[in-house]
Nanobody
């Protein structure tokens, strides 16, 4: 079992920066890829960014160039640095962790990010 806990969300103004954290606990040694999704009101959950165990990253087009995903293996923590935030970035942000051999994806409870114009 893997437990994920996000933090760092809040209310910011357009153009500000924010760093989200996702602390992992439990069977973390068997985690493969990790990443972030977000869900805005009335919309489907969408992928934001992913990072592999080796550090390879992928970003969704709406956040590319403004966002950096990273993971600190020593602290068992995933990060999402978001810069130049826009009102359309407003959403609940969820981190996830995959355990491929177990065929499982684990989710955090989500953290709200609100960007005012």
């Amino acid at each position: 079992q893997v437990h994920l806990a996000e933090s760092g969300g809040g209310l910011v103004q357009a153009g500000d920066s924010l760093r989200l954290s996702c602390a992992a606990s439990g069977s973390i040694a068997r985690i493969n890829a990790m990443g972030w999704y977000r869900q805005a009101p009335g919309k489907e959950r969408e992928l934001v960014a992913t990072i592999s165990t080796g550090g390879s990253t992928n970003y969704a087009d709406p956040v590319k160039g403004r966002t950096t995903v990273s993971r600190d293996h020593a602290k068992n923590t995933l990060y999402l640095q978001m810069n130049s935030l826009k009102p359309e970035d407003t959403a609940v942000y969820y981190c996830f962790a995959d355990r491929i051999l177990a065929g499982r994806r684990y989710w955090g409870q989500g953290t709200q990010v609100t960007v005012s114009s």
